[in-house]
């Protein structure tokens, strides 16, 4: 059984940075794509960064340039999302999920769909202000 736990949200100013970590606990498979979504009041949830199992990155339009998303290369079930340049739209409850197994590339993980990720963890909140 798997498991996602997601930290490091906050408030933060706009113009400022925050990094949300996900931490896998349980067995990975090694090949997977591994996601943050995330979902404001009244919208729907999105993707908004993929890595899958050759480390290929992938973003959503709304935050690239802005968001990185990386792997902890010394622990394989650890992954970052280090955000820039927060604005007030970026304010949302974030999500760490993974499609386990998939061959996926990244933009085809970045586009499928929520309910194809199969595992998700329970959110942190970010709150940007103007």
């Known amino acids: 059984q798997v498991g996602l736990e997601e930290s490091g949200g906050g408030v933060v100013q706009a113009g400022g940075s925050l990094r949300l970590s996900c931490t896998a606990s349980g067995y990975i498979y090694a090949a997977s794509c591994m996601a943050w979504f995330r979902q404001a009041p009244g919208k729907e949830r999105e993707a908004v960064a993929v890595i899958d199992s050759d480390g290929t990155t992938a973003y959503a339009d709304s935050v690239k340039d802005r968001f990185a998303l990386s792997q902890d290369n010394t622990q394989n079930t650890r992954y970052y999302l280090q955000m820039n340049s927060l604005r007030p739209e970026d304010t949302a409850m974030y999500y760490c999920?993974?499609?386990?197994?998939?061959?996926?590339?990244?933009?085809?993980?970045?586009?499928?769909?929520?309910?194809?990720?199969?595992?998700w963890g329970q959110g942190t909140q970010v709150t940007v202000s103007s």
């Open positions: 999920a993974a499609i386990a197994p998939s061959l996926r590339t990244a933009d085809q993980a970045l586009a499928a769909p929520a309910d194809e990720y199969n595992v």
